[in-house]
Structures are given as C-alpha cells and as structure tokens.
C-alpha cells in the first residue's frame, strides 16, 4: 500500500512551472500580447526540462503546499509500517522465536551483559515517529497560507520535507539489514505453537462436534469453561496446558483424543 501510494504520487506529480513571485506569467502574458497559448506552452516546456509531465494550472507565489502534505503523507505510511513491523521484531526477540542480525563483539547492553537489545528496531521506531510527527509541519503550514503567502511558508519547509526524506532513508536501510540478517529458531517457534495450538484448534473441534449433531451454542459454552480451566492451570500453577484432554472427556463433544 506504501508503493502504490508513492507510485500514485510520482505519477501525478507537478510543477509551479513559470508562476513565480512578481507576476512572472502575466509578464509573459504581457510580452506575448495577451496569447495565453504561448504562455502555457512555456510551462510545457519546463515541465518537460525536468522531467514532469504536468504543471499547477492555477497559483500565487507558491505552489499549493497541500502538496507537500500529500508527500509527508506517503512518507509517513512508511514510518507506520516500518514502527509495526519494528515493533513485531522486537516482541518476537523477546519471545527468543527471532532475533535481529548481531554483530560479533557487539554489546547488547551496557546494564546487563547477558541481553541482546534489538537495536536496530528500536532505532526504527525512533526514526519512524519522527517522521510521524513531522507530518504535522506540511499540514499546519497548508492550513494557514495566506491569499499568496506569509513568511512562515518556506523556513519550516527547507527543514521537515528534506529531514523527512532523509529519515525514511535512514529507516529503509534499517529495514535491508534486519530482514537481510534475521536470525530464526524454528525449534522455539515450534514449541511456542504447540503450546496455544489446543487453544488454536478449538474452532475445528467444535466443528466437527457440530457436524456429529451438537448443539453449537451448548459447544461454544463449554469450550470457553474448558479453556478459562486450562488457562488457569497454565498460569497459576505452571503445568502444561490440558485443553484437549479436558475436551475428550467431555461427552458432548462425543469424540476421541485421537
């Protein structure tokens, strides 16, 4: 979705062309005696100097910085997307299912020497909600411009549009190097599924017990019991989960273990 948005916004990208600060069409206007053909095919022909195929029609000194929102925009679908996926990493390192690259001789916290922080997702994230913020400087200025501009229009422009650009660079990098390096466990990611995989399997077996003729709502009811029971067993006495033993020795499941 980020692509297609930056696709869509590449596409349809435009040029002030030669609308400028003191007039500059209507003083084309003026020397091609008022052909408004000649002046249009002068933004034509910019537009074609650098590479875009189109021009705002209408303009005061500036060009609409609506523009420039749309542009944080899209940047900042980047930043959401890439503080998600951080965000995931760094839950999945947590649960030791994967870790992000580690350097040898990398220190993975100056506190404790045993951790691994997930540096590079959390740096992600920082850079991610810099640029989110960011997007409000395009919007405040879009919303306040004056009938040509005030002074406030470019300062902040030169700083939040570059520095945007620059961060989702950064985070782009960040992005390569985690998912070019990530290290899995598959034995752990194993034993994490079949751990909740009762819990995951409960939407088939009632099912099934369905099909041999019972009562949905009646199932429904007692798997909920049966796991509110398993999951007290696991939380508060540390044993392994019993959910589908529980299950097969209710009769009106009428089914097996196996």
């Known amino acids: 979705m980020d692509y297609e948005e930056i696709e869509y916004l590449l596409s349809h990208k435009r040029l002030l062309g030669q609308k400028g600060t003191t007039g500059t069409q209507a003083s084309f206007m003026e020397l091609f005696d008022g052909d408004a053909s000649k002046a249009k095919e002068i933004d034509r022909i910019i537009c074609d100097k650098l590479g875009y195929k189109d021009y705002f029609p209408v303009s005061g000194q500036t060009y609409t910085r609506k523009y420039d929102t749309r542009v944080l925009q899209a940047l900042v679908g980047i930043a959401q997307s890439a503080h998600k996926f951080s965000n995931d990493i760094r839950l999945l390192q947590h649960m030791k299912e994967i870790e992000e690259p580690f ?3 990398q220190i993975g916290s100056s506190a404790m020497a045993y951790k691994r922080n997930p540096m590079r997702s959390e740096r992600m994230a920082a850079l991610a909600n810099y640029v989110i913020c960011d997007a409000m400087n395009p919007a405040l200025t879009a919303s306040t411009q004056w ?3 005030t002074l406030d229009d470019s300062a902040n422009k030169r700083i939040s549009i570059p520095e945007a650009f620059l961060a989702i660079d950064g985070i782009l990098d960040l992005y390569l190097n985690i998912t070019d390096g990530l290290v899995v466990y598959p034995k752990v990611i194993e034993s994490d599924l079949l751990k909740e995989l009762p819990f995951m399997a409960t939407e088939n077996i009632m099912m099934d017990a369905v099909k041999a003729g019972g009562d949905r709502q009646e199932l429904h009811e007692a798997i ?3 796991s509110m029971e398993a999951t007290k067993r ?3 006495e ?4 019993d959910l589908i033993d529980r299950i097969a020795n209710d009769p009106r499941f009428m089914m097996s273990k196996e």
């Open 147 to 149: 009938f040509e501009r």
């Open 238 to 241: 540390g044993k392994e989960n």
């Open 224 to 226: 909920r019991e049966h």
């Open 103 to 105: 350097e040898k001789g």
């Open 234 to 236: 696991i939380k508060q």
